[in-house]
């Protein structure tokens, strides 16, 4: 099961930073955090995962909390095409399939 | 940049016909899934199959459900017998190897059964 709490929805304004929450805090040693993202009528799309330190990437900034029992997902200029469900997902070191929660319906006002 | 194909994009088929859905992973990927979302719910995982044979499954894969990956391109979903309630998009993914490899989603197929 999917074992990560995020907020049903939040909502941003264009071109503004978007933080993304998630609380993960029965997370084990080696559990890794991954996100993933839904548009619209697509398919999930991979955005970015970490295990202790922060990480970057062209898409977005995951911060993750010292004791590791939550994370944030920091778009750092939010644009109408980042409108999606985005989602939170523990993944085990070896872990095989993705358990998909709620998510947190991001909404970007122009 | 290399994508999963699925085919069709949408099928209406009726209940307790078989129908088979496609898929095309990305070429040198070696771990390929099943996931399906009834509209407004969840994404929920279906199967996951590795070195040609399945390596996880969930409950809703049950006996009217197989894939194959018959030729080494193609990896398919069949259905059996459908019922009202398969009526979902279904969506295949693909990730290489690695233990924490991301996974790449085909477009989904909308599966209608009437």
């Known amino acids: 099961d999917a074992k990560t709490t995020q907020p049903n929805s939040m909502e941003s304004n264009e071109e503004e930073p978007v933080h993304l929450p998630c609380n993960h805090s029965?997370?084990?040693?080696?559990?890794?955090i991954h996100w993933y993202r839904q548009l619209p009528s697509q398919g999930p799309e991979y955005v970015i995962h970490g295990l202790t330190s922060n990480v970057n990437n062209r898409m977005a900034s995951l911060a993750i909390a010292e004791d590791r029992k939550s994370s944030t997902l920091i778009l750092h200029r939010a644009t109408l095409r980042d409108a999606a469900v985005y989602y939170c997902?523990?993944?085990?070191?070896?872990?095989?399939?993705?358990?998909f929660g709620g998510g947190t319906r991001l909404m970007v006002k122009p | 940049e290399p994508e999963v194909t699925q085919t069709p994009s949408h099928q209406v088929t009726q209940m307790g016909q078989e129908v088979i859905l496609r898929c095309v992973p990305i070429s040198n990927h070696l771990y390929f899934y099943w996931y399906r979302q009834i509209l407004g719910q969840k994404v929920e995982f279906l199967v996951s199959f590795y070195n040609n044979e399945i390596s996880e499954k969930s409950e809703i894969f049950d006996d009217q459900f197989s894939v194959e990956r018959p030729d080494g391109s193609n990896f398919t979903l069949k259905i059996r017998s459908t019922k009202l309630e398969d009526s979902a998009m279904y969506f295949c993914?693909?990730?290489?190897?690695?233990?924490?490899?991301?996974?790449?989603f085909g477009q989904g197929t909308r599966l209608t059964v009437v």
């Open positions: 029965t997370i084990s040693g080696t559990d890794y």
């Open positions: 993914a693909s990730r290489g190897d690695g233990l924490n490899t991301e996974a790449f």
């Open positions: 997902i523990r993944r085990t070191y070896a872990g095989n399939m993705l358990t």
